[in-house]
């Protein structure tokens, strides 16, 4: 039953309420796709934990390309202070039975989305993922590496750096750092990432099984840069930390940019923060 993308518009979004997901999701409606929508965040049955799960399966069957985006995930405090436990790496193992258990059954074209951290075996967080991988390339699904995609997020007990130091300064004036802010990450802006997304949705196919596809900018910015630049744009003040990278530590993958030769992204990391800081001005004055 494989399905063909370029003659139909069915589109699955595993995680349409997370930070990528419901960016996602606007931007493929805003295209002209029909985007079936499936996260626990907007109702407590969409639950990919949950088997069987016949809401899943139909849906699944409805389909004609599917986004994995669905992770229990934040940024780095949530990773520091969940990725070690049961519960953490039992929802993960269970999402990903579930949904490649069905993805299988009804053969549907699909995406997984991974992270740079997968090649970070001390870390549980990439390990589900290098896990993740291996399943999706059994079943012929394409693998897509985040290198830290930033965008706006209503969650703030998932909050990633970005969203964090923001919400810090409009609150208190005040960017608690937790790190010396030294380390380095390569940050890419969520609309970016829906593009690279879609090319590599049309393309699902045509690209050689053996091309990594990193969404990535290719380019490192220290966190320190980071929130000097929001600190510029809002008048706050940095605090420092003083410990080093915990869940990182400090690794430094080099990204693969065989992927450009399709898809660059656009969006200069200032233009990506001042978007967060309008779309996050916005909520507080709602």
């Known amino acids: ?12 979004v595993l995680g349409s309420a997370g930070q990528i997901g419901s960016a996602l ?27 069987p799960n016949k809401l899943l399966e139909d849906l699944i069957q409805d389909s004609n390309y599917v986004f994995f985006l669905a992770f229990d995930v934040g940024g780095s405090h949530y990773l520091e202070k969940y990725q070690d436990t049961f519960e953490f790496t039992n929802n993960n193992l269970r999402i990903m039975s579930n949904t490649f258990t069905l993805l299988n059954k009804y053969k549907i074209p699909f995406l997984f989305a991974s992270s740079q951290m997968a090649s970070m075996s001390y870390s549980n967080y990439g390990i589900l993922k290098q896990i993740g991988e291996r399943m999706t390339s059994a079943l012929g699904g394409r693998v897509v590496h985040f290198w830290n995609v930033y965008g706006y997020e209503s969650d703030t007990t998932k909050y990633h750096v970005i969203s964090d130091f923001v919400a810090g300064a409009l609150r208190d004036n005040v960017i608690k750092m937790r790190t010396t802010g030294e380390e380095s990450r390569d940050f890419l802006y969520v609309d970016d990432c829906c593009e690279a997304l879609k090319v590599v949705m049309e393309n ?38 003083d410990k080093t990278d915990s869940v990182q530590r400090d690794a430094k993958n080099i990204p693969d940019l065989a992927f450009h030769q399709y898809w660059r992204p656009k969006t200069t990391l200032k233009e990506g923060i001042q978007a967060i800081i309008r779309d996050m001005k916005n909520e507080r004055n709602q």
């Open 25 to 51: 999701t606007r931007f493929l409606k805003q295209q002209g796709f029909n985007v079936l929508e499936f996260d626990i965040a907007s109702n407590p049955a969409e639950d990919l934990r949950v088997w």
């Open 204 to 241: 699902h196919e045509s690209f050689s099984r053996e091309m990594k596809i990193h969404i990535t900018t290719g380019k490192f910015s220290r966190i320190r840069e980071v929130s000097e630049i929001i600190a510029n744009e809002l008048g706050a003040t940095i605090l420092f930390g």
């Open 1 to 12: 039953m494989n399905r063909n993308v370029t003659t139909s518009k069915n589109v699955l």
